[in-house]
């Protein structure tokens, strides 16, 4: 029905950069939100950030001021900018939207695939 597919993950150095995006497809008339959550090894899957379909984002405490969630609606695509990296955000990062099929459908959230974010030296 929808599929999301992400890339962008990867190894870099505590202070480094890197640039997630996350694209969806398939039967798809609309998109409300779209976010990014992560889940590191042992840990329950926790919050990243939410842009709704108008641009207004959010963002869990920890990633304040250091990461920025955006999306192109023309391409169906939200992007996650990650700049000073810690070696505590080493995650499987995932991205999710809420579509819908139709006019008259209700919103339902789909979940991308994961990619691997290690910071490490």
């Known amino acids: 029905q929808v599929q999301l597919v992400e890339s962008g993950g990867g190894l870099v150095q505590p202070g480094g950069s890197l640039r997630l995006s996350c694209a969806a497809s398939?039967?798809?008339?609309?998109?409300?939100?779209m976010g990014w959550y992560r889940q590191a090894p042992r840990k329950q899957r926790e919050f990243v950030a939410v842009?709704?379909?108008?641009?207004?984002?959010n963002y869990a405490e920890s990633m304040k001021g250091r990461f920025t969630i955006s999306r192109d609606n023309a391409k169906n695509t939200v992007y996650l900018q990650m700049n000073s990296l810690k070696p505590e955000d080493t995650a499987v990062y995932y991205c999710?939207?809420?579509?819908?099929?139709?006019?008259?459908?209700?919103?339902?959230?789909?979940w991308g695939q994961g990619t691997q974010v290690t910071v490490s030296s």
């Open positions: 999710n939207a809420d579509t819908g099929s139709s006019y008259w459908s209700t919103f339902k959230r789909s």
């Open positions: 398939g039967s798809i008339f609309s998109i409300n939100n």
């Open positions: 842009i709704s379909s108008g641009g207004i984002t």
